[in-house]
């Protein structure tokens, strides 16, 4: 039976009543009259306001699915939805406390959170992690930047685990599918302006730099813009391979070419590298699969278009103008000549790699610590320079040790595997795209991850795997006819 919040008698102004009217303009007067003076708090009590008459006469359950839309579209946007002057309040970390006041406010009332089948074995390894975590803070150097990584683990974690909880039926998936898209066409917006008008966002790493060529968006810098692209663009290339609707191809494909453009622009190899992968992975997959024979006539076609806009740019002479910045920065022999001259980028790569290989075995396999690695490598005698490690994998095992990394490689593993199985033998379209455009993410973000500084908070990544482990429960659930509800 589901719980219901009280409302007062309807009347004329659409169900809310004239006592709740009332008081809602005489409230409205007030945070009118208070941002007058203060128009941080009063704008916030005129959202409050608004967020009341909207949350009226709704059920928990479903106040909770809407707040969780709300919170992966603010997720995305991140800081740049923040208080003026307070970077670290913004519209994501005030949803992720109301999601979480809701969840207490549920379960004070004796309501249980029901674990879908297929979602236990994640569930049990997130919490072993976070518990090791936990764990770890005893021996980290920093005690701040422990509990500062873990209450990060925590969040996003929880955010990835409430996405298959939300998409729990096809109507309820195709609502995360549409904020998720309505969040990539914003970013795409964005970068637009950035490329054409100069605009930078609050939280760009290049607002101050004069001459950047590349966008960054609603991302801090614009390798973490391009990892936002390679992980969307399985969910993008594949609906000219597999949609019916010719819109949707359209749609498919148009979201795809930007995506790739702006990939180059970034001038991201790691991400250069998750887009070839992508497509080869399509290809491979597709062209084994005998029931998919006509989609792989199509994605041959979608692969060679792709080919055609990429290699070309890579010398400077695509169809897309891209910056001769971008191109210097795809280059792989400047990549290797900088490792090999002990200059540049790429030996700051291949430096941390080693210290970090170097700082987990000294730990004994336990790691220095969550949260501790960037403090470890700086306090390093006579260390100058870059201190994160700039490798996702690499910094699990340093923070967290091997039994870390065990736990989140089997989470990585299990997604792999659930996805290829949705894609290879589900008998419902919906989850076969699902399943293939998840398997391809995760195969691309396994290089994709190495143009990120740090993903412990990086929304996309837990989003991604959110989605793929919807796609696994939903997978479970389908029907005799092989369809889900």
């Not at 009118?32 to 959202?47: E, H, I, R, T």
């Not at 993410?441 to 908070?457: D, H, K, P, R």
Request: a positive charge; proline letters at 5%.
């Amino acid at each position: 039976m589901s719980v219901r919040v009280p409302t007062g008698p309807t009347g004329a102004l659409g169900g809310v009543g004239i006592r709740a009217a009332v008081l809602v303009l005489v409230a409205a007067v007030a945070a009118g009259a208070l941002a007058a003076y203060a128009p941080v708090p009063g704008v916030l009590l005129a959202v409050a306001l608004v967020g009341v008459m909207l949350v009226r006469g709704r059920t928990l359950p479903e106040l909770g699915r809407a707040a969780v839309l709300v919170a992966l579209v603010t997720a995305i946007i991140g800081p740049n939805l923040g208080v003026p002057g307070r970077a670290e309040v913004f519209a994501f970390r005030l949803v992720a406390v109301l999601i979480i006041l809701g969840i207490a406010t549920w379960l004070l009332m004796g309501r249980g959170l029901p674990v879908p089948n297929g979602l236990g074995m994640p569930m049990a390894l997130v919490a072993g992690w976070v518990g090791w975590a936990l764990v770890s803070i005893s021996w980290a150097g920093s005690t701040t930047d422990a509990i500062r990584w873990t209450t990060f683990l925590i969040i996003s974690s929880g955010v990835m685990l409430a996405i298959p909880i939300t998409a729990s039926s096809r109507r309820y998936l195709s609502w995360v599918l549409g904020a998720l898209g309505a969040a990539f066409v914003l970013s795409i917006l964005g970068a637009l302006a950035e490329v054409f008008a100069g605009v930078r966002f609050p939280a760009s790493a290049l607002t101050p730099r004069e001459g950047a060529f590349a966008a960054t968006s609603f991302f801090g810098n614009q390798n973490n813009f391009a990892t936002y692209l390679s992980l969307t663009l399985p969910y993008l290339v594949l609906l000219p391979v597999v949609a019916r609707d010719a819109r949707v191809r359209i749609l498919g494909a148009a979201g795809a070419i930007v995506a790739i453009v702006f990939i180059l622009f970034s001038g991201s190899k790691a991400n250069l590298v998750a887009v070839g992968i992508i497509l080869v992975g399509m290809l491979v997959v597709l062209a084994t699969d005998r029931s998919m024979r006509r989609a792989f006539v199509a994605s041959v076609v979608v692969v060679g278009a792709a080919l055609a806009l990429i290699i070309p740019s890579l010398f400077g002479a695509g169809i897309v103008p891209i910056p001769q910045q971008a191109v210097a920065k795809l280059s792989f022999s400047t990549l290797q000549a900088q490792v090999s001259s002990g200059q540049g980028s790429g030996a700051v790569r291949s430096t941390l790699l080693t210290k970090g290989i170097d700082i987990a075995a000294s730990t004994g396999g336990v790691g220095v610590g969550a949260g501790n690695a960037e403090n470890t490598v700086r306090s390093e005698n006579g260390y100058e320079g870059v201190a994160n490690l700039h490798n996702w994998t690499l910094e699990v095992l340093v923070d967290t040790g091997v039994v870390g990394l065990v736990l989140y490689a089997t989470l990585y593993i299990f997604m792999l595997v659930g996805c290829f199985r949705a894609a290879r033998g589900s008998g419902d379209p919906l989850m076969r795209y699902m399943g293939l455009a998840g398997l391809l993410a995760l195969l691309g973000f396994i290089t994709g991850s190495l143009a990120c500084s740090t993903v412990i908070a990086f929304a996309p990544m837990w989003i991604t795997f959110g989605l793929c482990l919807a796609t696994i429960v939903l997978a479970r659930r389908a029907g005799p006819d092989g369809r889900i509800p």
